[in-house]
T-cell receptor, first 115, second 115 residues
């Protein structure tokens, strides 16, 4: 069965500092991986996705993520965090981009940004 | 980018009444939509997969007679919470899969409060 683990429940970083949010997945075949961000009381916004090809993917808002098959990881990074990045971040995996396969989400990592 | 809308954004109702939540894909056709439930400070829990023109597929533990799903067109799915009770109070989020982009987009969510 598919599963996603986000080991860090809550991370606090200083504004301007770099950020890395960890995500490990378990899936038997080639995974389709996603990172979403959720602000309080809002829906989810897609940051980036990986299907195939270049293992370093660029997303919106200056985020990037690297797919490492050997480590079953898809960590999210940003070189310089802004206060507006404070939100909940979810990593998700699915087995296919089409069809009825739903996304499986990690439990999320809450990011706090301090001055 | 693709947009998924939900209506209403929030609703307060009395115990025993039924509430209908609409989910629309605004610029793409979605043969499959998904309904999630999110409790405070928790991840998204998949409730059901909504398939256009056929019955929804419910996850284990989700009462199909309680949470009625109708997916009558390629751009609209509805979730009806029947005979709502306070324990049904939650944040309900729908999503729709854009088969061309291979991406699942999320609505802004509906906050339901049952008194």
């Amino acid at each position: 069965a598919q599963s996603v683990t986000q080991p860090d429940i809550h991370i606090t970083v200083s504004e301007g500092a770099s950020l890395e949010l960890r995500c490990n997945y378990s899936y038997g075949a080639t995974p389709y991986l996603f990172w979403y961000v959720q602000s309080p009381g809002q829906g989810l916004q897609l940051l980036l996705k990986y299907f195939s090809g270049d293992t370093l993917v660029q997303g919106i808002k200056g985020f990037e993520a690297e797919f490492k098959r050997s480590q079953s990881s898809f960590n999210l990074r940003k070189p310089s965090v802004h206060w507006s990045d404070a939100a909940e971040y979810f990593c998700a995996v699915t087995g296919g981009a089409s069809g009825n396969t739903p996304l499986v989400f990690g439990k999320g990592t809450r990011l706090s940004v301090i001055a | 980018g693709a947009v998924v809308s939900q209506h209403p954004s929030r609703v307060i109702c009395k115990s025993g009444t039924s509430v209908k939540i609409e989910c629309r894909s605004l610029d793409f056709q979605a043969t499959t939509m998904f309904w999630y439930r999110q409790f405070p400070k928790q991840s998204l829990m998949l409730m059901a997969t909504s398939n256009e023109g056929s019955k929804a597929t419910y996850e284990q533990g989700v009462e199909k007679d309680k949470f009625l799903i109708n997916h009558a067109s390629l751009t609209l799915s509805t979730l009806t919470v029947t005979s709502a009770h306070p324990e049904d109070s939650s944040f309900y989020i729908c999503s729709a899969r854009d088969l061309v982009a291979g991406t699942q987009y999320f609505g802004p969510g509906t906050r339901l409060l049952v008194l």
